[in-house]
């Protein structure tokens, strides 16, 4: 099958094994192949045992300059792989990386495991890790700087969440449309927005009184205004801290939970409602006192005639 081989000469050392070969100098398939040129560069190391103990090198690369292993072709690795320092590549050197799969033709980079995952460790007392989608095309702003795709075993694509830099929104896809878009003017959404609102979630129940919360719905400042943001879009309505103040309702005096402002606009239709039907009633009373008044008057008016009459 093979030979094996050992040759010194000068500052050289190299070791090979070979599946085929005529002499050293003519190795057709070597399958490790090791010089050293005097200069401390190891082309291929491999050893589990030294004078100071068992070491877990299969092969080591060592190299003061240039590479200290150079692959052409396919590189598979059965157990884990370790790098303590950098790896790179570009498209010269390097193009695609499979980790769990030998198919990864397709894409740079691919992993696949039953459940695969990654982690990002940072022990950054200022910023932790971050993901950067970079889109280098200068010519004319790209349709997307960046993506994160959802795609079904079949490879349809079931979701996205991208960054349209013509109109500079975040649009989140799903079922293959837009569900809803993030954009300086706010969240606009294609469906509906579902607040919990479970009885089962929320506790300290206590009642309200409609007629007061009517009163100071009738007081509060209501405006035209716009977002400084989207100085295009009218809108109208009070602001947060004269609604805090009203209220005293939601996180704080900067925001309005759209829960308390539907909640305060649903109490005061029923402080309305009451109002009517007190109101209601008091007419009623009132219409019912006249009629019989009324009633009387007319009994009277009719005596009246049939005296004069006779």
């Given at each position: 099958?093979?030979?094996?081989?050992?040759?010194?000469?000068?500052?050289?050392?190299?070791?090979y094994?070979?599946l085929?070969?005529?002499?050293?100098?003519?190795?057709?398939?070597?399958?490790?192949?090791?010089?050293?040129?005097?200069?401390?560069?190891?082309?291929?190391?491999?050893?589990?045992?030294?004078?100071?103990?068992?070491?877990?090198?299969?092969?080591?690369?060592?190299a003061?300059?240039?590479?200290?292993?150079?692959?052409?072709?396919?590189?598979?690795?059965?157990?884990?792989?370790?790098?303590?320092?950098?790896?790179?590549?570009?498209?010269?050197?390097?193009?695609?990386?499979?980790?769990?799969?030998?198919?990864?033709?397709?894409?740079?980079?691919?992993?696949?495991?039953?459940?695969?995952?990654?982690?990002?460790?940072?022990?950054?007392?200022?910023?932790?890790?971050?993901?950067?989608?970079?889109?280098?095309?200068?010519?004319?702003?790209?349709?997307?700087?960046?993506?994160?795709?959802?795609?079904?075993?079949?490879?349809?694509?079931?979701?996205?969440?991208?960054?349209?830099?013509?109109?500079?929104?975040?649009n989140?896809?799903?079922?293959?449309?837009?569900?809803?878009?993030?954009?300086?003017?706010?969240l606009?959404?294609?469906?509906?927005?579902?607040?919990?609102?479970?009885?089962?979630?929320?506790e300290?129940?206590?009642?309200?009184?409609?007629?007061?919360?009517?009163?100071?719905?009738?007081?509060?400042?209501?405006?035209?205004?716009?977002?400084?943001?989207?100085?295009?879009?009218?809108?109208?309505?009070?602001?947060?801290?004269?609604?805090?103040?009203?209220?005293?309702?939601?996180?704080?005096?900067?925001?309005?939970?759209?829960?308390?402002?539907?909640?305060?606009?649903?109490?005061?239709?029923?402080?309305?409602?009451?109002?009517?039907?007190?109101?209601?009633?008091?007419?009623q009373?009132?219409?019912?006192?006249?009629?019989?008044?009324l009633?009387?008057?007319?009994?009277?008016?009719?005596?009246f005639?049939?005296?004069?009459?006779?």
């Open positions: 099958g093979g030979r094996l081989d050992v040759e010194t000469s000068g500052s050289k050392i190299g070791v094994g070979a085929s070969a005529d002499n050293l100098g003519n190795v057709s398939a070597a399958a490790v192949k090791g010089i050293y040129t005097g200069n401390g560069t190891f082309g291929a190391l491999g050893f589990v045992y030294t004078n100071s103990g068992y070491a877990s090198y299969g092969v080591y690369g060592h003061t300059s240039g590479y200290a292993g150079y692959f052409e072709g396919t590189v598979s690795v059965s157990g884990d792989l370790s790098i303590s320092s950098t790896m790179y590549g570009n498209s010269a050197t390097f193009t695609h990386l499979g980790i769990g799969t030998s198919a990864y033709t397709a894409v740079p980079l691919m992993i696949e495991e039953p459940q695969a995952y990654v982690n990002l460790l940072s022990d950054s007392s200022a910023n932790g890790s971050v993901i950067q989608l970079i889109n280098n095309y200068t010519s004319s702003p790209p349709t997307y700087l960046g993506a994160i795709n959802f795609i079904d075993s079949s490879g349809n694509p079931v979701g996205q969440i991208g960054y349209q830099s013509r109109s500079d929104e975040i989140f896809r799903v079922g293959g449309a837009d569900r809803a878009i993030l954009s300086s003017a706010g606009s959404v294609n469906g509906s927005i579902c607040c919990t609102s479970d009885r089962n979630a929320k300290r129940f206590s009642p309200i009184d409609a007629q007061d919360i009517l009163k100071r719905v009738a007081s509060l400042p209501i405006s035209n205004w716009y977002y400084k943001q989207d100085p295009a879009t009218r809108h109208i309505g009070p602001v947060a801290q004269d609604f805090y103040a009203a209220f005293n309702v939601g996180p704080d005096d900067k925001h309005i939970a759209t829960v308390d402002e539907e909640g305060v606009a649903l109490a005061a239709i029923q402080g309305l409602n009451q109002k009517m039907d007190t109101e209601s009633a008091e007419f009373a009132e219409v019912t006192e006249l009629r019989k008044r009633g009387d008057i007319e009994t009277r008016f009719e005596k005639q049939g005296a004069i009459a006779r």
